[in-house]
């Protein structure tokens, strides 16, 4: 059941989920400062919709699809996302705390400023995605292959990134206290800002390219030639 280019409030939705269907899909929709809490949308797919200030907490959102959609401002706070995916979204300082997003992803997603503080996070994969200034504490990327990640500045404390391969992407200025890189391939990593006493703390076995090194060395004073 398709629903096309309407600005729905939480009592038009209401009915329409009451309404037998197999799956809603809504299209050029509005939902912009609505009161979605606590709704049962499982299975929906939403094109192109906008969400900006919404309320999406506690909702049953398990098996959803969000292509292209704009939510800045809005909030997914203990909203169940299991297999979840998000493509193309702009989704800038959006709350995401204590959510279920086991196995969800986002592709080419904007959530700068976006906060996944104590998510359930197994299986959660990010790719060619904008995470500047989010807080992503706790979360483990342990043995993920992280494509394409702007974490600059992003508060990563206490995230698990051992044997974690990093393909481009930045940590710059990011926090990483008691995060844990062992074992990860960081080569191709932006870390601008990192200082050699962070390195040493965090960054023990893990694979820095010559360059970055150089970098590093740097801070002491030495020259590599």
């Given at each position: 059941?398709a629903?096309?280019?309407?600005?729905?409030?939480?009592?038009?939705?209401?009915?329409?989920?009451?309404?037998?269907?197999?799956?809603l899909?809504?299209?050029?929709c509005?939902?912009?400062?609505?009161?979605?809490?606590?709704?049962?949308?499982?299975?929906?797919?939403?094109?192109?919709?906008?969400?900006?200030?919404?309320?999406?907490?506690?909702?049953?959102?398990?098996?959803?699809?969000?292509?292209?959609?704009?939510?800045?401002?809005?909030?997914?706070?203990?909203a169940?996302?299991?297999?979840?995916?998000?493509?193309?979204?702009?989704?800038?300082?959006?709350?995401?705390?204590g959510?279920?997003?086991?196995?969800?992803?986002?592709?080419?997603?904007?959530?700068?400023?976006?906060?996944?503080?104590?998510?359930?996070?197994?299986?959660?994969?990010?790719?060619?995605?904008?995470?500047?200034?989010?807080?992503?504490?706790?979360?483990?990327f342990?043995?993920?292959?992280?494509?394409?990640?702007?974490?600059?500045?992003?508060?990563?404390?206490?995230?698990?990134f051992?044997?974690?391969?990093?393909?481009?992407?930045?940590?710059?200025?990011a926090?990483?206290?008691?995060?844990?890189?062992?074992?990860a391939d960081?080569?191709?990593?932006?870390?601008?800002?990192?200082?050699?006493?962070?390195?040493?703390?965090?960054?023990?076995?893990?694979?820095?390219?010559?360059?970055?090194?150089?970098?590093?060395?740097?801070?002491?004073?030495?020259?590599?030639?």
């Amino acid at each position: 059941m398709a629903i096309e280019q309407q600005t729905l409030s939480r009592e038009a939705l209401q009915a329409l989920l009451k309404q037998p269907h197999p799956a809603l899909e809504f299209v050029h929709c509005c939902f912009d400062r609505q009161d979605l809490s606590n709704l049962d949308l499982h299975g929906a797919q939403f094109t192109e919709c906008s969400f900006l200030q919404t309320s999406c907490a506690g909702a049953d959102l398990t098996d959803t699809c969000w292509q292209a959609c704009k939510g800045g401002g809005a909030h997914w706070r203990y909203a169940d996302l299991t297999d979840a995916s998000f493509s193309g979204c702009d989704l800038n300082n959006t709350d995401w705390s204590g959510a279920k997003l086991t196995s969800a992803t986002f592709c080419e997603v904007k959530l700068t400023g976006a906060c996944f503080h104590q998510t359930h996070s197994l299986g959660l994969t990010f790719r060619d995605s904008l995470l500047v200034a989010a807080d992503l504490r706790g979360i483990s990327f342990r043995k993920q292959t992280i494509e394409g990640l702007n974490l600059a500045e992003a508060d990563l404390s206490g995230c698990d990134f051992r044997q974690t391969r990093f393909e481009g992407g930045s940590l710059r200025n990011a926090h990483l206290q008691n995060a844990r890189f062992a074992g990860a391939d960081l080569r191709s990593v932006d870390l601008g800002g990192l200082k050699i006493g962070d390195a040493v703390q965090y960054f023990k076995g893990a694979t820095l390219s010559a360059e970055q090194a150089a970098l590093l060395l740097g801070e002491l004073g030495i020259h590599v030639a």
